[in-house]
C-alpha cells in the first residue's frame, strides 16, 4: 500500500447564499482561487451553441465598476495571473498571486461574477476573436478528432456539441442571449469557491463573507437534458492532411458510478500518461506506426466516455486499429497477475501524489471534486478507494466497457 500523502486538512463551509467553499492551508507565499460554477455547453439550449464559451470571454470586457483594461491590470500588476476557461459541464474563473492579495484577488472575481456588463460593443469583436479560435482549431486535426467524436457519440444533445460553438452559431449571439443565459446559469448555490494558499481557513471564510456572500441570483435552477444511450457507429472521413487520426471508443462511467476507480486505473494501464503504457509499448516502441497514441476518460454527470487516440499513416492505419483491438482484448480475456496489478496500482497512486503537488492543480480538483459529489476525498482515501480495486474487479470492468460490439470508430484520413 502506497502511504498517505501528508498535506494540511482542507475546510469546508457554506455561505448564507448557498455559495459552498472549500480552503486548504499550506505553508507558500502565493495563494490560488477559483470560483467554479456548474454550467458548461451542456446547458446550452438550441440556438446557444458555443454561448457558454463566449460568455466566459466576455467575463473581462468590464464591469459597472471597471473598464477591461483595469480588470486585467487588477492582478498582473503585482505578477498574477487571472483567467478563465469552460468545459462541457462546468466553467472556471480563477486567479493565482502573492498571498498579499488574497483580497484584492477575491474582490474581482465577485465584482465580474456579479457586475459584468458585456458591452455591446465587444460583442462583435469577440465573436471574430472566437471565429478566428475556431478556424485555428480545424487546422489541427488531432485536436479536432476528439470533438467529432463527441458528436459522433452524443449526436444533436448538447453534450455532442464543440464548446466553441460553430460558424453558424457564433454570429448570431446577441447581448439579451448572453443575460439570460448568466440568469439562468450563474447561481452561488450550483457553484464552489476554492482556494489553496498560505491563509488560515478563518482568514479565507471572512474574505468569502465580505466578497461573496452578497451574490444573489432569483428564480429556480434549470434542469439538465439527461444523456442519450450511445449507439456504436463507424465513420470515415476525408480531410485535407497527410496523416491519419484515428479513435476507437464508447461508453464508460458516470462521475458517481461505484466501479470508476477500476475503470481508472485499467485506463491508465492501457494507455496514461506513463511510457510504459500497454499501448505505447505495443503500438509506438514495438511496431513503431503511431508517434502519438493515449487513452482517455470524460466522466459526466450521468455518462461518461472512454477512447483510444491514434495518428499514424495512411499505410498503417488498419494495422494500427488492429492492435489497439488487440490490447482491449487482452485486457477483457487475461487477468493481471500480482505483481502486475500491484505495479498499476503504484503506479496510479504515484501519479495522483504527483499531480497533487501543484497547489493551482490542488485547488481546481479540491473546488470540482465538492461541486460534483458535495464531498472530497483525503489523499488517503483515495489512496483506499484504489487499494480496494481487485484483479477479478478489474477484468469485470474492461469486458462491460471495452465490450467489442459497442465501439464507435472515427478516422480522419487524406482526401484522394
Known amino acids: 500500500m502506497t502511504p498517505p500523502l501528508e498535506r494540511p486538512p482542507f475546510e469546508v463551509g457554506t455561505l448564507p447564499n448557498g455559495l459552498r467553499w472549500i480552503h486548504q492551508q499550506v505553508a507558500s507565499p502565493t495563494g490560488h482561487v477559483g470560483l467554479i460554477l456548474q454550467t458548461g455547453s451542456r446547458d446550452e439550449g438550441p440556438d446557444e451553441e458555443g454561448l457558454a ?5 466576455l467575463l473581462f470586457k468590464g464591469t459597472t465598476r471597471r473598464k477591461a483594461y483595469h480588470i486585467l491590470s487588477r492582478i498582473e500588476d503585482v505578477g498574477g495571473e487571472l483567467n478563465a ?15 498579499g492579495h488574497y483580497g484584492r484577488s477575491m474582490e474581482l472575481i465577485f465584482d465580474i461574477i456579479q457586475n459584468a456588463r458585456f458591452p455591446e460593443k ?23 478528432i ?20 460553430t460558424e453558424e452559431s457564433v454570429p448570431k449571439f446577441t447581448r439579451e442571449q448572453v443575460l439570460r443565459f448568466v440568469q439562468r446559469n450563474y447561481r452561488p448555490e450550483n457553484a464552489v469557491l476554492s482556494s489553496v494558499g498560505g491563509i488560515s481557513a478563518k482568514a479565507f471564510e471572512r474574505l468569502a463573507m465580505k466578497y461573496a456572500a452578497h451574490w444573489t441570483v432569483s428564480g429556480p435552477s434549470p434542469e439538465r437534458l439527461a444523456a442519450p ?12 492532411i497527410h496523416q491519419c487520426h484515428l ?44 508517434y502519438q497514441i493515449e487513452s482517455f476518460l470524460n466522466p459526466y454527470s450521468d455518462t461518461g466516455i472512454w477512447g483510444v487516440y491514434a495518428g499514424t499513416d495512411e499505410d498503417a492505419i488498419d494495422r494500427c486499429q488492429r492492435l489497439i483491438l488487440r490490447e482491449l482484448k487482452l485486457l477483457r480475456e487475461n487477468r493481471l497477475g500480482v505483481g502486475q496489478f500491484s505495479k498499476a496500482k503504484t503506479q496510479l497512486l504515484g501519479q495522483m501524489a504527483l499531480a ?31 487499494d480496494a480495486v481487485t484483479p477479478s474487479q478489474l477484468l469485470e470492468v474492461a469486458n462491460r466497457v471495452y465490450d467489442p460490439q459497442q465501439i464507435t470508430e472515427l478516422r480522419f484520413v487524406p482526401r484522394n
Open 122 to 144: 465587444e460583442i462583435p469583436k469577440e465573436k471574430e476573436v472566437i471565429l478566428d479560435e475556431i478556424d485555428s482549431y480545424r487546422d489541427s486535426p488531432s485536436e479536432l
Open 229 to 240: 444511450k450511445i449507439q456504436p457507429k463507424t465513420e470515415i472521413r476525408e480531410l485535407d
Open 85 to 99: 476557461y469552460t468545459g462541457k459541464e462546468d466553467t472556471t474563473l480563477y486567479a493565482s498571486f502573492l498571498v
Open 53 to 57: 464559451h463566449f460568455i466566459e470571454h
Open 356 to 386: 497533487q503537488e501543484s497547489n493551482g492543480n490542488l485547488m481546481t480538483a479540491l473546488g470540482k471534486s465538492l461541486l460534483t459529489f458535495n464531498r472530497v476525498d483525503r489523499f488517503d482515501e483515495m489512496v483506499a478507494k484504489i
Open 247 to 290: 479513435i476507437l471508443g464508447g461508453t464508460g462511467f458516470d462521475a458517481h458510478h461505484e466501479d470508476l476507480p477500476a475503470l481508472v486505473l485499467v485506463n491508465n494501464l492501457l494507455g496514461g500518461p506513463a511510457m510504459n503504457s500497454r499501448l505505447n509499448l505495443n503500438i509506438r516502441e514495438r511496431h513503431g506506426i503511431a
Open 146 to 165: 476528439f470533438d467529432e467524436f463527441d458528436a459522433l457519440l452524443f449526436g444533436d444533445h448538447p453534450l455532442g456539441r464543440n464548446i466553441l460553438g
